[in-house]
């Protein structure tokens, strides 16, 4: 891949990482932009962290999962090049998120790092069915902890995921934004232009505000119409990163 005109760094088991890609797809339809889609592991990020004491039951699954989803995606990678990523994380996303919601979160987390999950993406893609053994290989993790330590030199360390480099390696980098539901088509540009104009100015750091929707996917059961606006869903906590 030639130089990129954006790097999105995503956690396949993210949420919002997951919304703001496919507003980024959008944008990347109607801009022609060229984006490498690279590698930021939650699991990584809040491996100092107590799981038990500081987030809800499914997130260490969670989390863990998308560590090994990482580990099959760098496999990937390495063997059929960076176009590859776009197609596999869009199908990792719809598995995912765009799916009726399941009674048992905590084993649904789980079994998103499973053969039984992956196998029928691979098949999906036309990829071997080998890159399965890459879930249990911890040698891809030294990989995914430089993307991870990459993106967070982008932007500090008190962030989540996704992080966006625009027009690297010079070009400015955030986190987010974090956002519930898909644009139109034509507001996903308006909104590309206003976050990047905000992201160039240099003394610019960070806009916040607590109230959010659920992120309107299948997966979380939430629609278009019972999105109305609620208390940070994961807890408040700007250090508990989705």
């Known amino acids: 891949m030639t130089a990129p005109d954006l790097r999105f760094y995503f956690d396949p088991v993210c949420p919002f990482a997951w919304m703001t890609s496919r507003w980024v797809r959008l944008v990347q339809a109607q801009r022609d932009y060229t984006v490498d889609w690279s590698f930021i592991s939650l699991r990584q990020l809040n491996a100092h962290i107590d799981y038990e004491a500081h987030f809800p ?3 260490e699954a969670g989390h863990t999962a998308g560590l090994r989803l990482l580990r099959a995606a760098a496999s990937v990678r390495a063997e059929h090049g ?3 990523m776009g197609p596999l994380y869009a199908a990792f996303g719809a598995r995912i998120f765009d799916t009726e919601p399941v009674p048992d979160e905590a ?3 789980a079994h998103r790092g499973t053969a ?3 196998a029928p993406i691979l098949a999906e893609l ?3 069915e080998h890159h399965v053994r890459a879930l249990d290989d911890t040698s891809f993790d030294e990989e995914i902890q430089a993307s991870t330590d990459e993106a967070l030199s982008l932007t500090g360390k008190d962030v989540g995921t996704p992080i966006i480099h625009v027009e690297p390696p010079e070009g400015v980098a955030f986190f987010g934004p ?4 898909l644009p139109s088509d034509a507001e996903a540009v308006e909104l590309w232009d206003h976050v990047v104009g905000l992201a160039r100015f ?7 505000r607590s109230l959010r929707e659920l992120p309107q996917l299948r997966a979380l059961g939430v629609s ?14 700007r250090r508990r990163k989705k």
């Open 116 to 118: 039984e999950f992956l």
């Open 57 to 59: 039951p499914e997130y």
């Open 126 to 128: 036309g990829l071997p």
């Open 107 to 109: 084993g649904a987390h």
């Open 202 to 208: 240099p003394g610019f750091a960070e806009l916040k």
């Open 224 to 237: 278009d119409d019972e999105a109305g606006v609620q208390q940070d869903w994961h807890g408040g906590s």
């Open 82 to 84: 960076r176009e590859a």
């Open 178 to 181: 974090v956002i519930s539901r």
